[in-house]
């Protein structure tokens, strides 16, 4: 359950002391108010972007530009918490292993959609893989064959740069939206005269994320495909047309007993895949979490700016 959700808008990337920095205040505000009576074990972050596994440093954030950055380290010195960091994307398909849409399956392909762009997650055997460094998933950063020149946008680009949020933004002319807001305008143009336009471009990008899915399932022969993010909203258009596409360009006997999903858990995937890396380790070894500082003293430079998912 979400006992407290909070969205925080920013019109700037924050660096990782101002992200750190809001994050301790709001959760000092938490603790003495709607979480004054909860247990708190721990905090988990979900970054879009490159994290090591091994210590959870962020090797590259490119949309908040960040590189290298020990954002654990940070926020475990500014609140006295364990801290534990992963990609977004792992821990969306986390969540949606455990609570959501793939509950119960052990082979799954989970891709999400987002103004950072496409990230990933894998489920091989009922367990979560994320390659020697942690960098599995990265399917954004793909290159599918478009099959049609017309179709390609983006010279030389990967695949989040043709399957993207942001076009879908300015086909129907809006600067920025939710997930529910997006899919309406795109079901529903704001201005009636760019319907074809809008319609065109949602299907440009379903012909493209076919070929992308196509060669994600016969290279990992998943028996389940999650979508979320603006690709469950393009791919909600005709799921069973979007799985027909992906069927005819991939191996005939990768696909037989195939499904494609939508991710179930909407916004709260990535609050559960937090809170989840951080449980995963209590219940693992509960002699393991180590003593941390007592809370640095953050004042002035507590700022308005922070992730819009901290």
Do not use: C, K
Request: hydrophobic share 45%; aromatic share 2%.
């Amino acid at each position: 359950t979400t006992v407290v959700r909070e969205r925080h808008e920013v019109d700037r990337p924050p660096t990782p002391q101002e992200a750190t920095a809001l994050l301790a205040a709001r959760l000092e505000a938490w603790r003495e108010g709607v979480l004054a009576d909860a247990a708190i074990a721990g905090i988990g972050l979900a970054v879009p972007g490159l994290v090591r596994a091994s210590d959870g440093l962020v090797r590259d954030a490119p949309h908040l530009h960040w590189r290298d950055v020990p954002l654990g380290d940070l926020v475990a010195e500014a609140t006295g918490l364990l801290t534990r960091v992963a990609n977004d994307a792992s821990l969306g398909a986390m969540a949606e292993h455990l609570f959501g849409a793939a509950r119960g399956v052990d082979d799954v392909v989970y891709l999400n959609g987002g103004a950072s762009g496409i990230g990933g997650g894998l489920i091989v055997g009922g367990v979560a893989v994320g390659g020697s460094g942690g960098y599995a998933g990265e399917f954004g950063q793909n290159r599918p064959g478009i099959a049609d020149g017309a179709d390609r946008l983006a010279a030389d680009g990967v695949l989040e740069d043709e399957v993207s949020r942001s076009r879908l933004l300015a086909a129907v002319g809006l600067d920025s939206a939710d997930e529910p807001t997006l899919a309406s305008a795109l079901a529903d143009p704001p201005d009636p005269g760019s319907r074809a336009a809008v319609s065109a471009e949602v299907e440009r990008q379903r012909r493209i994320l076919s070929t992308a899915l196509a060669n994600a399932v016969n290279v990992l022969n998943p028996s389940v495909v999650v979508l979320g993010g603006f690709l469950a909203t393009i791919a909600d258009v005709d799921v069973d047309d979007l799985l027909a596409r992906v069927r005819a360009q991939a191996m005939p006997a990768a696909t037989e007993d195939l499904q494609l999903r939508l991710a179930s858990l909407a916004e709260d995937r990535l609050l559960i895949g937090a809170a989840e890396v951080v449980f995963d380790g209590l219940l693992a070894d509960p002699s393991s979490v180590p003593e941390l500082p007592e809370p640095a003293a953050f004042g002035a430079e507590v700022t308005a700016a922070a992730p819009s998912s901290p």
